[in-house]
């Protein structure tokens, strides 16, 4: 039995929040607005079953800051939900914005509802009927609180999101960017997938470039042959698995909750995620063994540890057990504050969810300026660049008499296609913000760890946004 004192998602969030504002300049009561939701919608409605019985759904869209508009977060499907998580989800959505200067407040939306348990037809009902509950009290909208995915919802379910909308707005001309993670026929982006995985292996590439850092946790620089535990093979672990295979790294163990398989060889995602297609389940995959439980994988040696599932996972009772010198944070909430003060005891280096995962929200922030501008990333310069390129290498060549290989034409001429761009646009936005976390935390001894760091450069940003707001003198 846990013998250590367990607090609400919320509570968790509000203390990471708490023990960061000391190291800020900001009165009280404006780090009170900060951490107040500022409006939060529960909603019940039915739906009739595919057995023509009715069941009350229970939904919920909370509205965490006002400071910037729109608000922005994603919508969980999961039995799960509740006020105080949607809460705290809404609440790290408003940090992580302001941390990679994405200018939106935060929000969230949940269901709760256990989407395996329900046919598509059931699905596309609750979503469309959850959308114009939203639409009802004014609670969506391209300038008003813009939805994407998040737990037990994708692609599909934004598509339905989107054209509920716009068929109870005819003739609003940017209704496509009412939510995003949309299919890219239905207004989307190109790379929107990936961009959450994506984004967790640029901001962990970023600190294993750190030599200073790579020193005190005892590794060596770069990401090549780093050992890698992954949690979850939904969509954002499945990508940050494949990005780090992809370069260089060893993924050696991946649970799901079925359970967890090792290797230390190394594992393919992509044959694992096809393995579990045919047999239903991650284990007795060829070459690795079980492990005993899905847990065990989070207490495996290994390098890095990526926690992609669900929050709270490493918590009080299992953190002293935790090997790895690097977890990165991609699923939200996946260590408890108690697991934090274990990690500081044990140099063990935290990468904190509220700015490893905004791959996604940034790439979503791409998508909604896309929707609002109506043309495709690269229309207007992709020809162009590769006109002035083909050119320059035409002189180059004319005046050193030299020609170079056909691989190197094709890589100096290409110019950008939209996911060349939203690649190069999360990179850069990853790096940036792994950066200025750093330096907060290097400048400042007493601050304890990065995830501290971290909520200090999003309290910073949104209390001058509300002191350049006048609310406060
Ligand atoms: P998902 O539904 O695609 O995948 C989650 C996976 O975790 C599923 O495959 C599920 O079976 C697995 N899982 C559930 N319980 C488990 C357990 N106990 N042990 C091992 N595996 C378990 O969801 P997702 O979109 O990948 O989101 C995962 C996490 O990342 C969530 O915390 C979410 O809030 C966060 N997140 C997602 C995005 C995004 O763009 N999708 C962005 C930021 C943060």
Avoid at 364 to 373: A, G, I, Q, T, V
Wanted: glycine fraction near 10%; proline fraction near 4%.
């Amino acid at each position: 039995m846990s013998v250590h004192q367990t607090y609400s998602f919320f509570q968790s969030v509000e203390r990471s929040f708490d023990k960061a504002a000391k190291f800020t300049k900001w009165d009280l009561g404006i780090l009170e607005q900060i951490k107040a939701c500022n409006s939060v919608y529960q909603m019940r409605f039915p739906v009739k079953r595919d057995d023509g019985s009715i069941q009350v759904i229970e939904a919920y869209r909370v509205q965490h800051s006002h400071h910037k508009t729109p608000c922005k977060g994603g919508i969980r499907f999961s039995d799960e939900v509740n006020q105080d998580e949607v809460m705290a989800l809404a609440s790290l959505m408003t940090y992580k914005c302001a941390i990679v200067n994405v200018p939106f407040g935060g929000g969230k939306g949940g269901i709760k509802i256990n989407p395996r348990k329900y046919s598509e037809y059931e699905l596309e009902k609750i979503t469309r009927r959850y959308t114009s509950e939203l639409v009802k009290k004014n609670f969506i909208g391209p300038g008003i609180d813009v939805p994407a995915p998040d737990y037990g919802t994708g692609s599909r379910e934004m598509a339905w999101i989107v054209d509920t909308y716009a068929s109870l707005k005819p003739g609003d001309i940017d209704a496509a960017g009412c939510v995003t993670g949309k299919p890219v026929t239905q207004g989307g982006v190109r790379g929107r997938t990936e961009a959450t995985g994506l984004g967790v292996f640029f901001g962990i590439r970023e600190v294993c470039n750190m030599p200073d850092i790579m020193q005190k946790q005892g590794l060596s620089v770069g990401i090549e042959d780093k050992t890698v535990v992954v949690q979850g093979m939904g969509n954002v672990g499945f990508y940050c698995a494949k990005f780090f295979r992809e370069h260089g790294a060893k993924v050696v163990a991946i649970a799901e909750y079925e359970g967890a398989i090792f290797n230390a060889n190394g594992l393919n995602e992509e044959e694992v995620f096809a393995h579990r297609k045919v047999t239903g389940s991650i284990l007795n995959f060829p070459g690795a063994n079980n492990l005993a439980k899905n847990t065990d994988a989070l207490e495996l040696e290994c390098d890095i540890l990526i926690p992609a599932a669900l929050e709270n996972v490493i918590n009080g009772d299992n953190a002293p057990r935790v090997k790895a010198k690097i977890i990165g944070e991609a699923a939200n909430g996946p260590c408890s504050p108690e697991a934090d003060e274990i990690f500081a005891q044990k140099g063990i280096l935290c990468v904190p969810d509220m700015y490893l995962n905004a791959g996604g929200v940034t790439v979503s922030y791409f998508e909604w300026l896309k929707n609002l501008s109506h043309v495709r990333y690269g229309r207007m310069e992709k020809r162009f660049t590769e006109n002035m390129n083909s050119h320059i290498l035409g002189q180059i060549e004319e005046l050193s008499g030299k020609k170079v290989s056909a691989t190197e034409r094709d890589f100096i001429m290409h110019g950008p296609d939209e996911v060349d761009l939203i690649h190069s646009g999360l990179e850069e936005t990853m790096i940036g913000a792994t950066r200025e976390i750093m330096e907060i935390w290097k400048s400042n001894p007493e601050i304890p760890d990065m995830r501290t760091a971290a909520y200090v450069s999003a309290i910073n940003k949104v209390a001058i946004s509300y002191s350049e707001l006048g609310i406060f003198p």
